[in-house]
């Protein structure tokens, strides 16, 4: 359980609150490449970090990222015109590049110096495998560009999507590092999503519902081991690598990809749950791209905005009869809408005075700690972690060991990633 004022650290990321400031020490995935696909095409709303903001692509390919209103009247630039080389407010035509700067304000003199004092505030954009990247802080303080394996690996190996999750990002970020609810809430799963069964894992995820967690600080946050019962004098180890703030991933599952998530705030009450797929070695199948389309493995199936299709106002598509029958635990379909569906169901911001955390919450517990010293540290002067590049060249491991081994000497250099190295799998 947390006091009122330590969750309200860890849920609050607008400007200038503690976390607001630490996330803004890292790019954060903003859109996907498909969102901007095209030079002069439509301008695009985020909110990120409670900050409302418009993104275009240019006549030139270039992406811009800046303050959603014109500094005339505070027109939205979502109803801008994207032309020649700016986006143009349609109230009264100032223009603006992709840096923010004003260029063209047709009611002052050309001779002017006016427009050059007009700037709307703007922070870079980039590329990186499919997805655009932002970072909201100090220009001074920009980290490298991201490193992550799923944006690095060679074309047609990864797979990325987003959805709306309607709460608060620790409390989706909470069910990524927490493997103990695989068992119960995902168990009619395993054998079932396409990118998830056949795996000698999956039996020894659901032979044993009592896992037990060691926690061991890594690089630039944390790597969970999960241990179940395997074979006589074996363990089944699951290790889930969490990159502070907001970087998890999943243990693989036999030659499946590999998944993971980032948990991105968008205000205080919602966020975006990023999910990719990737495989080191090999590109993925056509049947593998079907299935996450098709919203399976940690997909889901949304609408043009990527909410999911199942949300709360429909229950999630809630199936009584298939829970029955044993075809989901929770009655809800697909391994992502579980999870998001009770995340959501503990409200925007769940009152983390009220709970009562167990011995397999311990990743959790040790996630906020850091969370919360690495947040007060910056405060006074200590740059966080996680944002260098060997912070982010990880990897989730699943792997059985002998019961005397520990998890971190078994798994040896499994979590680093390395180009063209398979990953640690069972
Ligand atoms: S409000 Fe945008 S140009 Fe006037
Ligand atoms: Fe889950």
Request: aromatic share 10%; with cysteine.
């Amino acid at each position: 359980m947390l006091r009122t004022e330590i969750n309200e650290l860890l849920t609050q990321t607008g400007p200038g609150t503690p976390m607001g400031d630490l996330f803004r020490r890292y790019w954060q995935p903003v859109l996907l490449a498909e969102e901007l696909s095209a030079n002069d095409g439509p301008p695009v709303r985020v909110k990120v970090l409670s900050e409302r903001l418009i993104a275009f692509r240019d006549s030139e390919g270039r992406y811009g990222l800046m303050d959603e209103f014109c500094a005339h009247r505070g027109v939205s630039l979502w109803f801008g015109r994207n032309e020649e080389g700016g986006l143009r407010c349609p109230y009264h035509g100032w223009k603006y590049d992709y840096t923010g700067q004003a260029i063209e304000v047709p009611s002052e003199p050309e001779t002017s110096n006016f427009c050059a004092n007009v700037k709307l505030k703007s922070y870079p954009l980039v590329r990186r495998g499919d997805v655009l990247w932002a970072y909201l802080g100090d220009p001074a303080r920009q980290p490298p560009l991201p490193e992550w394996e799923f944006v690095t690996v060679p074309e047609g190996q990864a797979y990325t999507s987003k959805r709306l999750q309607e709460c608060n990002w620790l409390q989706a970020l909470e069910g990524g590092i927490d493997s103990s609810h695989v068992s119960f809430l995902h168990s009619g799963s395993l054998d079932s999503d396409p990118l998830f069964k056949g795996s000698r894992g999956n039996a020894y995820n659901k032979g044993d519902l009592k896992p037990f967690f060691e926690v061991v600080d890594y690089e630039g946050g944390l790597l969970i081991g999960a241990r179940r019962n395997a074979e006589e004098g074996h363990y089944y180890w699951r290790v889930t690598p969490w990159v502070l703030p907001n970087f998890t991933m999943v243990p693989p599952r036999g030659d499946h990809p590999v998944h993971g998530h980032f948990w991105v705030p968008i205000d205080d009450e919602n966020c975006w749950a990023w999910s990719f797929d990737y495989h080191p070695t090999r590109r993925l199948t056509e049947t593998e791209v079907a299935a996450m389309r098709a919203g399976m493995g940690v997909h889901s199936a949304n609408d043009e905005n990527y909410r999911p299709l199942a949300n709360r106002d429909n229950d999630y598509l809630m199936d009584r009869e298939a829970q029955r029958r044993g075809e989901t635990y929770s009655g809800i379909k697909g391994i992502a809408l579980q999870d998001s569906s009770l995340q959501e169901s503990m409200g925007p911001i769940v009152d983390r005075t009220k709970e009562r955390l167990v011995a397999t919450d311990a990743g959790i517990i040790k996630a906020r700690q850091k969370l919360r010293k690495a947040a007060l540290a910056l405060a006074e002067g200590v740059e966080p972690v996680g944002n260098r590049p060997q912070d982010q060249k990880v990897r989730s491991v699943a792997i059985v060991l002998p019961a005397d081994q520990s998890f971190v000497e078994g798994i040896g250099e499994a979590m680093i990633a390395k180009p063209g190295v398979p990953q640690t799998t069972v």
